[in-house]
């Protein structure tokens, strides 16, 4: 493929799913991953017998198409995961995310630009205060009054499953790779290790990308890009540079893998945990996900633990054993494992950028990346909050592009 006609940077979900739309509509694509493997944040890791997740990740499928999409894809490894997101309530696990928690109802008066504005209009102040902030404030390392509404408006529209959810036997990196070899089946390439090192542009326009792989190490001529990497880093790739932009401050998600000697801990797939004082604020098991990610008689735990990137956030800044010897300990005072239940680190996962924080005054340096991307002609941008979604934005920016192309 001496000149593609679509580069795409970034095989996560939404690099995967341009990727793959744009390959069977015929386009000669080449996807670019830095990383040694596709999937992004969406990779399954294996060690000692344990299958799991870089985070519980759950696909929020909103219909029978994109069901039976996933499904066609998978060759019939989906199954239904018969568990939603639980919650710890009054020292118990309960059905539901602390967001499908009902409380009395709100006055409906009007909506402010909070989080805690519309979670109030809806489920009332009292209700919202006690039972959904210490989680979300937990999670967004902000108060509920610094979290925009839209964030609250999209975990409670996108980001539900309550009644349980779609997920593939062999982890969402199974998903990640299916879409990988149906992009080569259908004659797109997809190159591992070769980062994009720079974004060439003249008079507005996108004329190139610098590839810096094993395989192909050189600068290629592109008309059409498809950005499907955070846009904060691909904008530091602009060649002439980009306008200095405002810093964003970033979350970080260390994940601790704990070993349990123990043929389950719990019934549930995902917990979530308001409780300040325990490191970690999700839990999941991945053998209630799909069984075929445990080893016989053993199980693992997930924990992720939400932090700031900084030396001196109280998480972020213990080693690995003290992390694990934390969340253990938590995992004890909860009463999830009896004291004397023999654990083993499997590994902490650190993700010191895991995702912005999502704080109100940070929304203008949020969005100033994605929007010089965007000013220059033959960008795509495919921005996606969650796995699905992420998808979807892949599609929608390989829609844009086979059109042009249709019409030229
Ligand atoms: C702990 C955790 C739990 C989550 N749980 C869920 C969940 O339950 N459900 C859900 O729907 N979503 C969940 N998400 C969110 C989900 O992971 C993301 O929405 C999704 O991965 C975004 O996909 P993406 O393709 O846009 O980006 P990413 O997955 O971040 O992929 C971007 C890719 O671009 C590559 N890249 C970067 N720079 C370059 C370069 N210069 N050249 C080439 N490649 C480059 C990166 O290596 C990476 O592979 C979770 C996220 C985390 C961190």
Same mark, same amino acid.
């Given at each position: ?11 996560g979900?939404?690099?995967? $799913?341009?990727? !793959?739309?744009?390959a069977?509509?015929?386009? #000669?694509?080449?996807? /670019? @991953?830095?990383?040694a493997?596709?999937? *992004? ?15 519980g990740?759950?696909p929020f ?8 999409w996933?499904?066609?894809l ?8 018969d568990r939603?997101?639980s ?34 209009s809806?489920f009332g ?15 967004? $390392?902000?108060? !509920?009054g ?5 964030? #609250?408006?999209?975990? /409670? @529209? ?5 009644? *349980?959810?779609w997920f ?20 797109g390439?997809?190159?591992?290790s070769?980062?994009?090192?720079a ?30 990497s955070?846009?904060g ?8 540079a980009?306008?200095p ?15 349990i000697?123990?043929?389950?801990v719990s ?33 693992m735990?997930?924990?992720?633990c939400?932090?700031n ?20 300990g ?30 109100r005054?940070q ?8 929007a010089?991307?965007?000013?220059l002609?033959?960008?795509h ?14 599609e ?13």
């Amino acid at each position: 493929m001496e000149s593609p006609d679509v580069v795409v940077l970034g095989a996560g979900p939404s690099g995967l $799913g341009a990727g !793959l739309a744009l390959a069977r509509s015929g386009a #000669a694509v080449l996807v /670019l @991953e830095a990383g040694a493997e596709v999937g *992004g944040l969406c990779r399954t890791r294996r060690r000692d017998g344990h299958a799991y997740d870089v985070g519980g990740h759950i696909p929020f499928v909103e219909d029978e198409s994109r069901r039976a999409w996933l499904d066609d894809l998978m060759g019939g490894d989906l199954h239904w995961v018969d568990r939603p997101v639980s919650c710890v309530r009054d020292g118990r696990i309960v059905r539901g995310r602390y967001l499908d928690q009902r409380g009395p109802g709100g006055d409906g008066g009007p909506e402010g630009p909070s989080a805690a504005d519309l979670l109030s209009s809806r489920f009332g102040a009292d209700f919202v205060s006690s039972t959904m902030r210490p989680y979300l404030e937990k999670v967004d $390392g902000v108060t !509920l009054g610094e979290i925009p509404a839209e964030r #609250a408006q999209k975990l /409670l @529209e996108t980001q539900a499953a309550p009644e *349980g959810f779609w997920f593939p036997g062999g982890g969402i990196g199974s998903l990640m790779n299916a879409m990988a070899r149906g992009i080569r089946e259908s004659g797109g390439r997809v190159l591992t290790s070769t980062p994009a090192t720079a974004i060439h542009h003249s008079g507005g326009v996108v004329t190139g990308v610098d590839v810096d792989g094993p395989r192909e190490r050189r600068r290629m001529a592109c008309r059409n890009l498809v950005i499907a990497s955070p846009a904060g880093r691909s904008h530091r790739l602009l060649e002439p540079a980009g306008e200095p932009l405002p810093p964003v401050r970033m979350r970080a998600v260390a994940i601790v893998c704990l070993e349990i000697a123990a043929e389950a801990v719990s019934d549930e797939a995902w917990i979530q945990v308001d409780d300040p004082d325990v490191a970690f604020a999700r839990a999941f098991e991945p053998r209630n996900w799909s069984r075929r990610m445990a080893p016989e008689g053993r199980t693992m735990l997930g924990l992720e633990c939400y932090c700031n990137p900084a030396d001196d956030d109280p998480v972020w800044k213990l080693d690995d054993a003290g992390l694990a010897g934390r969340c253990a300990g938590d995992l004890v005072r909860l009463g999830w494992i009896a004291a004397e239940a023999r654990h083993r680190l499997i590994e902490v996962i650190r993700l010191p950028a895991a995702y912005p924080e999502f704080a109100r005054d940070q929304l203008p340096a949020i969005a100033a990346p994605r929007a010089a991307l965007e000013a220059l002609e033959g960008t795509h941008l495919a921005p996606g909050a969650a796995v699905i979604e992420a998808i979807a934005a892949g599609e929608d920016a390989a829609a844009g592009i086979t059109e042009q192309r249709t019409a030229a």
